[in-house]
């Protein structure tokens, strides 16, 4: 075969398996689909998923939307609260994990994957399908309008500004805004632990 490098992109673009093709392979080695019985369970999960995605990113009650993701396999703490039209991984949403007291507004998008789905020479020559997980730890808060991209860790009491895209991790105790997000204030984690040291614990003398 000729040396693509020498090929007009007209020419380059015949090489190669179609995009469909390798989506549909893609899919089925993730999830280990081994026959006609495998392929049967695995389009059912799909019909069941497109279910309760729909009912998640369409409900106007948070705990509605947090049970209904854990029916996708989400990862999801509690209490959490999640916006309208928040949309979670759809290929991928156990690999999703959201910890104790997060709050994601609405229209927020969390990837867990990156697929050029129809563009086939950028898929078969610059960037094929890829995931990891997403991490969102305890007390993050992430206001409307952010997207979250693949193998990103929003650490312990984070704050995201709204409408960011966020492509790295972001360290615990930190404000992070923009496109790509970068850290622009650091929150003093001080604060809490010297609340909690004033705290009264009632005592348990029964006297």
Known sequence: MEDNE????DEVCRYGPEPDEVNYSEIM????VNGFLDKLKLNLKFVNGWFWQFVAENSPVSEITVRAYRSRGVKIGKPVYIGPHVHIDFIYPELVEIEDYVS???????FAHSNPTASKDIKNFYYPRSYA???IKKGAWIPPGCMIMAGVTIGENAIIAA???VTRNV????IAGGAPAKVIKKL?????GSAKKQAVIPSSDPR
């Open 29 to 32: 080695a993730y999830h280990s």
């Open 6 to 9: 020498n090929l007009p992109i």
């Open 163 to 165: 409408g960011s895209v």
């Open 133 to 135: 997980p997403v991490h």
């Open 104 to 110: 994601i507004g609405m229209g927020t998008y969390i």
């Open 171 to 174: 360290p615990a105790f930190c």
């Open 188 to 192: 003093d984690p001080g604060i809490i």
